[in-house]
């Protein structure tokens, strides 16, 4: 499912964090007791690729992978098998990160500045480590990227406890653009802001990809928000990816039944007053750390059979960058 | 910076400890220009003005504030020397073993492994034992003198700084911000010295500062036990040692002036230490 | 017409901070029928929450009720003495939080703190005690609720822990129950469950519910009227319907303007400028003033309110209702 336009390519990302026993742990087990040492399967074999200018929305609930996965497409986490290449060349090596060409937004923009830095050392520092721009340069430099991102230049020598949320999460973009990214890796990056600060980082997103050229891998619980943004749409369960397709077309008609119960659930605004109904999917999501055999989501499916419990189905590659896997789905429109 | 001395302020207690905090260092500093006489000049001590109570008036022709003691020093300006010594071992003492504890303790947090594994049990399995007990090794190995006893301080509380200092970087390091920094990507040493430490020290202040007082008393039980600097070098604990055997004949004050004198040096430290850690501790705070 | 089950006036809520008065709930009142389901709405530092706290009397220094009245199924609840609070919480009046962690304590199995919840207001056997947490807990939903009694929190996921905190909050039948963002923390296909859940319940037990919650699509779906706060103030109130489909007052048209499911995707939103007042400094006049795109001259001073028919709007300059 590669081609000629792609920027980024993920082949078969697999990411396992192992239970870290210590000695006490260790001394129990000898003993007998329940010590948990499976390890916890956060992305299995996930392959997909990003297109040159193209915005790839990741959607999933919590625990689904769908942050791992981020992390290591950005270079922060190393894979534990499979490999995520730049234009051809990986982005990671021996552990850390080989290209300053991938930038990334975090959800929480209290925690992702440093409290003790001036904003404007924040902005300007990695440009500065790697040259983009001298010290001498760096006043002008912070100033052109505050105005960028809609914050007054004059704003440079405060820290970070004195903005909002919205300002903090503006500094953050700053701090990624400035590095003159080519792809920016967006963490959920509205999803601790109020509503109508949410709507004016998402206009800044949307005018900067505009003006920059950017490519984008933007992860979200909030399928409105990824709808918003989105080209194309990929949706996780329990570390695989198990739908891709253009936005509109997930949106209006997805086909996996895990994708269709996920729409469902999300509360729409109701404008006329008739009683509504929910169509919650059942049961809870299973433990990744003892994913169910066959189709990881065949106990809560409604279309499931005995080929879903014993078989699980590969993610098939369709028309137009969509892939789907699923043994059942459903219709299309 | 303003907020941070206003709430400080607040609490009248540890300004006051503060302001005592300040005193005694401004007259350890001072104390060759205060003091009446210099307690090193031997040849200016007159024996016949030995073990002379408070007020006594004697060759020198003032009169002794605190007394004398059994080699006719001024009881005062030996204090004053005494506390300069202390003073000097315990920041000296101090600052380095916050140098060492806190290197130590981010290497651990940042190198993971083996390496944390190692200093870690060292640090543990020291902070189980009592810190005189090592100290009094260390001293009894490497012997009398200056330098000596700051290894033996250093020794001895270097574990508190880097306990501290691995559960602060450990956290530092979980947080977005270092995640950030990791991810533009910078490299592993600015991370570490431009990002982690500066978050890091706040709590290694407040450690120091309770820490000072530590090795202020652990030099003057050394020196009170006769482990501690030379008898030329007289500190607080000397010189408590020097007037404890006048305790019994009545003449109390040799003792009990320099005991007084480093337990307010000691509890204001510690005051000030409380004051910093409450305002500095989110968890406390409204 | 009867009283309504709870009826605020003017209630004002204030934090005394080191920076100054921070005035979180200012001049809040409405009415709520017994069995009504109304949905609070807000941003952060609007009020919502603290108003929800100030009506079972859990706000904490440095934080004070410092006027007005919550009428209560006629008793006045403002300067009643915490052990008479005591008594009517829990039993009259429950609250369900946003984070089901806090309120579960993780020493005691499920079951013994729902025992323990029962018998604070009631003389009830452990055994009796017992089967009734077991009945409720399978009223929201929990399977083979008798046997999950004897689990702690931990064993429970965050949805569960959630419905078990609704379950505690059914146990005696309450009149009112407060929810403060009860389903923020949850998954949307598990807050889903949750959301249709509680709207059975509340119809079939005929308990008035206080949803408190920043999301409109939530409310929309859930309550019967909604009550639009700013900056410690109620700017709009009315029936979900009606309030959403056409606002009276800008703030709520920017807010419904804000969210990208309302939007042609790829398209800018309409977004409200700027960001909220200080509490600590709050404009005389309409608070919202300036980020409003209606504000002029006349909204330095105190916005009057607008009545149409049972929607009722604080703005000198309210929108067409639309019919």
Same mark, same amino acid.
């Given at each position: 499912?590669?081609?000629?336009?792609?920027?980024?390519?993920?082949?078969?990302?697999?990411?396992?964090?192992? /239970?870290?026993?210590?000695?006490?742990?260790?001394?129990?087990?000898?003993?007998?007791?329940?010590?948990?040492?499976?390890?916890?399967?956060?992305?299995?074999?996930? @392959?997909?690729?990003?297109?040159?200018?193209?915005?790839?929305?990741?959607?999933?609930?919590?625990?689904?992978?769908?942050?791992?996965?981020?992390?290591?497409?950005?270079?922060?986490?190393?894979?534990?098998?499979?490999?995520?290449?730049?234009?051809?060349?990986?982005?990671?090596?021996?552990?850390?990160?080989?290209?300053?060409?991938?930038?990334?937004?975090?959800?929480?923009?209290?925690?992702?500045?440093?409290?003790?830095?001036?904003?404007?050392?924040?902005?300007?520092?990695?440009?500065?480590?790697?040259?983009?721009?001298?010290?001498?340069?760096?006043?002008?430099?912070?100033?052109?990227?505050?105005?960028?991102?809609?914050?007054? /230049?004059?704003?440079?020598?405060?820290?970070?406890?004195?903005? @909002?949320?919205?300002?903090?999460?503006?500094?953050?973009?700053?701090?990624?653009?400035?590095?003159?990214?080519?792809?920016?890796?967006?963490?959920?990056?509205?999803?601790?802001?109020?509503?109508?600060?949410?709507?004016?980082?998402?206009?800044?997103?949307?005018?900067?990809?505009?003006?920059?050229?950017?490519?984008?891998?933007?992860? @979200?619980?909030?399928?409105?928000?990824?709808?918003?943004?989105?080209?194309?749409?990929?949706?996780?369960?329990?570390?695989?990816?198990?739908?891709?397709?253009?936005?509109?077309?997930?949106?209006?008609?997805?086909?996996?039944?895990?994708?269709?119960?996920?729409?469902?659930?999300?509360?729409?605004?109701?404008?006329?007053?008739?009683?509504?109904?929910?169509? /919650?999917?059942?049961?809870?999501?299973? @433990?990744?750390?003892?994913?169910?055999?066959?189709?990881?989501?065949?106990?809560?499916?409604?279309?499931?059979?005995?080929?879903?419990?014993?078989?699980?189905?590969?993610?098939?590659?369709?028309?137009?960058?969509?892939?789907?896997?699923?043994?059942? /789905?459903?219709?299309?429109? | 910076? &303003?907020?941070?001395?206003?709430?400080?302020?607040?609490?009248?207690?540890?300004?006051?400890?503060?302001?005592?905090?300040?005193?005694?260092?401004?007259?350890?500093?001072?104390?060759?220009?205060?003091?009446?006489?210099?307690?090193?000049?031997?040849?200016?001590?007159?024996?016949?003005?030995?073990?002379?109570?408070?007020?006594?008036?004697?060759?020198?022709? +003032?009169?002794?504030?605190?007394?004398?003691?059994?080699?006719?020093?001024?009881?005062?300006?030996?204090?004053?020397?005494?506390?300069?010594?202390?003073?000097?071992?315990?920041?000296?003492?101090?600052?380095?073993?916050?140098?060492?504890?806190?290197?130590?303790?981010?290497?651990?947090?940042?190198?993971?492994?083996?390496?944390?594994?190692?200093?870690?049990?060292?640090?543990?399995?020291?902070?189980?034992?009592?810190?005189?007990?090592?100290?009094?090794?260390?001293?009894?190995?490497?012997?009398?003198? &200056?330098?000596?006893?700051?290894?033996?301080?250093?020794?001895?509380?270097?574990?508190?700084?880097?306990?501290?200092? +691995?559960?602060?970087?450990?956290?530092?390091?979980? &947080?977005?911000?270092?995640?950030?920094?990791?991810?533009?990507?910078?490299?592993?040493?600015?991370?570490?010295?431009?990002?982690?430490?500066?978050?890091?020290?706040?709590?290694?202040?407040?450690?120091?500062?309770?820490?000072?007082?530590?090795?202020?008393?652990?030099?003057?039980?050394?020196?009170?036990?006769?482990?501690?600097?030379?008898?030329?070098?007289?500190?607080?604990?000397?010189?408590?040692?020097?007037?404890?055997?006048?305790?019994?004949?009545?003449?109390?004050?040799?003792?009990?002036?320099?005991?007084?004198?480093?337990?307010?040096?000691?509890?204001?430290?510690?005051?000030?230490?409380?004051?910093?850690?409450?305002?500095?501790?989110?968890?406390?705070?409204? | 017409?009867?009283?309504?089950?709870?009826?605020?006036?003017?209630?004002?809520?204030?934090?005394?901070?080191?920076?100054?008065?921070?005035?979180?709930?200012?001049?809040?009142?409405?009415?709520?029928?017994?069995?009504?389901?109304?949905?609070?709405?807000?941003?952060?530092?609007?009020?919502?929450?603290?108003?929800?706290?100030?009506?079972?009397?859990?706000?904490?220094?440095?934080?004070?009720?410092?006027?007005?009245?919550?009428?209560?199924?006629?008793?006045?609840?403002?300067?009643?003495?915490?052990?008479?609070?005591?008594?009517?919480?829990?039993?009259?009046?429950?609250?369900?939080?946003?984070?089901?962690?806090?309120?579960?304590?993780?020493?005691?199995?499920?079951?013994?703190?729902?025992?323990?919840?029962?018998?604070?207001?009631?003389?009830?056997?452990?055994? !009796?005690?017992?089967?009734?947490?077991?009945?409720?807990?399978?009223?929201?939903?929990?399977?083979?609720?008798?046997?999950?009694?004897?689990?702690?929190?931990?064993?429970?996921?965050?949805?569960?822990?959630?419905?078990?905190?609704?379950?505690? !909050?059914?146990?005696?039948?309450?009149?009112?129950?407060?929810?403060?963002?009860?389903?923020?923390?949850?998954?949307?296909?598990?807050?889903?469950?949750?959301?249709?859940?509680?709207?059975?319940?509340?119809?079939? #037990?005929?308990? !008035?519910?206080?949803?408190?919650?920043?999301?409109?699509?939530?409310?929309?779906?859930?309550?019967?009227?909604?009550?639009?706060?700013?900056?410690?103030?109620?700017?709009?109130?009315?029936?979900?319907?009606?309030?959403?489909?056409?606002?009276?007052?800008?703030?709520?048209?920017?807010?419904?303007? #804000?969210?990208?499911?309302?939007?042609?995707?790829?398209?800018?939103?309409?977004?409200?400028?700027?960001?909220?007042?200080?509490?600590?400094?709050?404009? !005389?006049?309409?608070?919202?003033?300036?980020?409003?795109?209606?504000?002029?001259?006349?909204?330095?001073?105190?916005?009057?309110?607008?009545?149409?028919?049972?929607?009722?709007?604080?703005?000198?300059?309210?929108?067409?209702?639309?019919?």
């Amino acid at each position: 499912m590669t081609g000629p336009d792609d920027i980024l390519v993920a082949e078969a990302l697999t990411r396992r964090f192992d /239970p870290r026993l210590t000695i006490g742990d260790r001394i129990a087990g000898a003993l007998g007791a329940p010590v948990e040492r499976r390890p916890l399967r956060a992305v299995t074999d996930v @392959s997909f690729a990003i297109r040159r200018g193209e915005t790839l929305g990741l959607v999933g609930e919590s625990g689904c992978g769908k942050s791992t996965l981020g992390r290591m497409v950005a270079g922060i986490l190393p894979q534990t098998s499979g490999r995520v290449t730049l234009d051809g060349k990986p982005v990671m090596a021996r552990g850390r990160k080989t290209t300053t060409r991938i930038q990334t937004v975090f959800q929480d923009p209290f925690a992702s500045l440093n409290p003790r830095r001036r904003i404007g050392e924040t902005i300007a520092e990695g440009p500065i480590a790697h040259g983009i721009v001298t010290r001498a340069g760096a006043p002008a430099f912070i100033a052109e990227w505050l105005a960028r991102v809609g914050l007054d /230049p004059a704003v440079a020598q405060r820290f970070p406890h004195q903005f @909002s949320g919205g300002q903090r999460q503006r500094v953050a973009i700053a701090r990624a653009l400035a590095m003159r990214p080519d792809l920016l890796v967006c963490d959920e990056p509205v999803a601790s802001l109020d509503v109508s600060i949410q709507a004016q980082i998402l206009n800044l997103f949307l005018e900067l990809r505009q003006a920059l050229g950017l490519t984008c891998l933007f992860i @979200s619980h909030d399928l409105s928000v990824v709808r918003h943004v989105a080209d194309r749409v990929a949706i996780m369960y329990l570390g695989r990816i198990v739908e891709v397709g253009p936005a509109a077309r997930i949106h209006a008609a997805p086909r996996h039944p895990y994708a269709r119960a996920l729409l469902d659930s999300v509360p729409k605004l109701r404008l006329d007053a008739t009683s509504v109904t929910f169509r /919650p999917i059942a049961g809870e999501l299973p @433990s990744p750390l003892a994913p169910p055999a066959g189709c990881a989501f065949h106990p809560r499916c409604p279309r499931a059979s005995d080929l879903c419990r014993r078989e699980r189905p590969d993610l098939v590659a369709g028309e137009d960058g969509a892939a789907l896997a699923c043994h059942h /789905p459903e219709p299309a429109a | 910076m &303003k907020d941070f001395w206003r709430e400080y302020a607040e609490n009248r207690v540890a300004l006051l400890a503060l302001l005592v905090v300040a005193a005694f260092i401004g007259t350890a500093l001072a104390a060759p220009w205060i003091a009446p006489q210099d307690p090193y000049d031997l040849a200016g001590l007159e024996l016949a003005d030995a073990r002379r109570p408070p007020g006594f008036v004697g060759s020198g022709g +003032y009169a002794h504030l605190l007394g004398t003691d059994a080699q006719g020093r001024d009881l005062f300006s030996a204090i004053l020397y005494g506390l300069r010594i202390s003073l000097q071992m315990g920041l000296v003492a101090g600052a380095v073993a916050m140098t060492v504890g806190a290197l130590l303790g981010i290497l651990a947090a940042q190198a993971g492994g083996w390496v944390e594994t190692a200093i870690m049990r060292v640090v543990d399995l020291q902070l189980s034992f009592p810190a005189i007990l090592l100290a009094l090794v260390l001293v009894a190995v490497l012997g009398q003198g &200056k330098s000596q006893l700051i290894i033996a301080l250093v020794a001895a509380q270097y574990a508190y700084f880097a306990r501290t200092a +691995y559960g602060a970087a450990s956290a530092e390091r979980r &947080k977005d911000y270092v995640e950030a920094a990791a991810a533009t990507p910078l490299s592993t040493f600015r991370i570490v010295f431009r990002h982690i430490l500066p978050n890091v020290l706040p709590p290694l202040i407040v450690v120091g500062t309770v820490q000072v007082a530590n090795a202020i008393s652990l030099e003057a039980t050394l020196s009170f036990l006769g482990l501690g600097l030379p008898p030329t070098e007289p500190s607080l604990g000397m010189l408590i040692a020097n007037g404890f055997q006048y305790m019994m004949s009545g003449r109390t004050w040799i003792s009990v002036y320099p005991g007084i004198a480093l337990i307010v040096l000691i509890v204001a430290i510690n005051l000030v230490g409380d004051q910093l850690r409450d305002q500095t501790n989110p968890r406390l705070r409204r | 017409m009867t009283a309504p089950l709870l009826s605020v006036r003017d209630l004002r809520t204030h934090f005394m901070t080191r920076a100054g008065v921070a005035k979180a709930v200012d001049g809040v009142s409405f009415d709520l029928a017994a069995g009504e389901i109304l949905g609070l709405v807000g941003e952060s530092g609007s009020g919502k929450s603290v108003t929800g706290f100030s009506l079972l009397g859990l706000v904490d220094p440095p934080g004070r009720i410092v006027g007005g009245s919550i009428r209560f199924q006629g008793r006045e609840l403002v300067g009643m003495p915490p052990a008479a609070l005591r008594a009517l919480r829990g039993r009259h009046l429950a609250m369900v939080f946003q984070d089901p962690q806090a309120t579960l304590n993780p020493v005691l199995t499920i079951g013994a703190q729902m025992a323990l919840a029962v018998q604070a207001h009631e003389r009830a056997s452990d055994r !009796a005690a017992l089967d009734r947490a077991a009945a409720v807990l399978a009223r929201v939903g929990i399977p083979e609720a008798a046997r999950r009694l004897s689990a702690y929190p931990h064993e429970f996921s965050g949805g569960m822990r959630q419905r078990v905190a609704i379950a505690t !909050a059914l146990l005696h039948g309450p009149a009112l129950i407060v929810a403060d963002e009860p389903t923020t923390a949850l998954d949307v296909s598990i807050q889903a469950q949750i959301l249709a859940k509680m709207k059975a319940l509340a119809a079939e #037990s005929g308990t !008035a519910l206080i949803w408190i919650s920043h999301d409109l699509a939530t409310v929309s779906s859930l309550a019967d009227r909604v009550l639009v706060m700013y900056a410690g103030r109620i700017v709009e109130s009315g029936p979900v319907g009606a309030v959403l489909r056409a606002p009276l007052h800008p703030y709520t048209r920017g807010l419904l303007d #804000s969210l990208p499911a309302m939007a042609t995707p790829g398209e800018k939103l309409r977004q409200i400028p700027g960001a909220a007042p200080s509490l600590l400094a709050l404009p !005389a006049g309409c608070a919202f003033a300036p980020r409003c795109p209606r504000a002029d001259a006349a909204c330095a001073a105190p916005p009057p309110e607008v009545a149409q028919g049972s929607r009722r709007a604080a703005c000198h300059h309210p929108l067409e209702a639309a019919a």
